[in-house]
């Protein structure tokens, strides 16, 4: 009996800073939220500098949809800027979930 090969979609990984009025507008919660909702790993933190980060690992799509997600934001968020990397393998995704950190 020849078994039919199970299909995996490939798993990426990306890190973004997004800038602007990122803090203090729910932003972190904006964005575990869309990351639940598109079955995203990984987890967003505050920096020091104003910026948030976030570190996240899924679907070609589902990051895509995410980059696009955190280029409006909650209301009352203003977002100047995302910069995206990627990221080799699943870099500090121990947890098979996203969570919010905090620095």
Known sequence: MNAEPVSHEEIHTRRFWVSGRVQGVGFRFFVERCAETLKIRGWVCNLSD???EVVASGS??????????????PPGARVDQVVRESVPGAVGLDSGSFEIRHA
Do not use: F, K
Not at 60 to 73: K, M, Q, V, W, Y
């Open 50 to 52: 104003g910026r948030v």
């Open 60 to 73: 070609p799509d589902a990051l895509i949809r995410l980059e696009t997600a955190l280029h409006s934001g």
